[in-house]
Nanobody, 124 residues
């Protein structure tokens, strides 16, 4: 599966952005997709994930974004969205979407296919 992330940009603190992750190639009736982010000089970290099909329809979030970010999926378009509200300067990072392989949805190594990343910059 190939993943294409888009929607990043520059926004002031308190603003909103919506990221999209379009999947192409082989897609599945069940699976999961996650968003991760990496700030300069820091490790890549989990942001949110969504599962569907046999694995159940659940969404999970990092504590740092819970209540501000919402992950959702458009089945017909094979696209997953990350709605980001009340953005903070500390949300500045390159955001990546990834397709889940196996294991915990919270862990980077559980995801096998990665998109190219989209830059999100939040100014104070």
């Amino acid at each position: 599966v190939q993943l294409q992330a888009s929607g990043g940009g520059l926004v002031q603190a308190g603003g909103s952005l919506r990221l999209s992750c379009a999947a192409s190639g082989r897609t599945f009736s069940s699976g999961a997709l996650g968003w991760f982010r990496q700030a300069p000089g820091k490790e890549r970290e989990f942001v949110a994930a969504i599962s569907w099909g046999w694995s159940g329809g659940i969404t999970v979030y990092a504590d740092s974004v819970k209540g501000r970010f919402t992950i959702s999926r458009d089945n017909a378009k094979n696209t997953v969205f990350l709605q980001m509200d009340s953005l903070k300067p500390e949300d500045t990072a390159v955001y990546y979407c990834a397709a889940h392989s196996s294991g915990s949805l919270y862990l980077t190594h559980s995801f096998g296919s990665w998109g190219q990343g989209t830059q999100v910059t939040v100014s104070s």
